[in-house]
């Protein structure tokens, strides 16, 4: 069973950084995309960064574009979100996904959301 399980997140002021990582058991880490979503107070989930299974290729949303940094160690089975630059606009829940077969590329992940997910880290970022 695949579980996913997201650490990192808390309070920072505007302008600060932070990193969120997220472990993956169940399955073999390094033949999967990976993606961090997330979800706002009271709007809906959306779309932050994805990683292919190798590293070698990345996917961002505008909005973090420049500011957030995806990243993965394939030997540690976890998928990181380096986060810069922060805003209050980035209070949210932030979630790890995952596909639910290797042949999902990141792109796909990105535009689709995943299969299986964790159950997030609240980052809140104060003005």
């Known amino acids: 069973q695949v579980q996913l399980v997201e650490s990192g997140g808390g309070l920072v002021q505007a302008g600060g950084s932070r990193r969120l990582s997220c472990a993956a058991s169940?399955?073999?880490?390094?033949?999967?995309?990976m993606g961090w979503f997330r979800q706002p107070p009271g709007k809906e989930r959306e779309f932050v960064a994805a990683i292919s299974w190798s590293g070698s290729s990345t996917y961002y949303a505008d909005s973090v574009k420049g500011r957030f940094t995806i990243s993965r160690d394939n030997a540690k089975n976890t998928v990181y979100l380096q986060m810069n630059s922060l805003k209050p606009e980035d209070t949210a829940v932030y979630y790890c996904?995952?596909?639910?077969?290797?042949?999902?590329?990141?792109?796909?992940?990105?535009?689709?959301?995943?299969?299986?997910w964790g159950k997030g880290t609240l980052v809140t970022v104060s003005k």
């Open positions: 169940g399955r073999t880490f390094s033949s999967y995309a």
């Open positions: 996904a995952a596909p639910r077969r290797p042949s999902i590329a990141a792109a796909t992940l990105a535009a689709g959301g995943g299969d299986y």
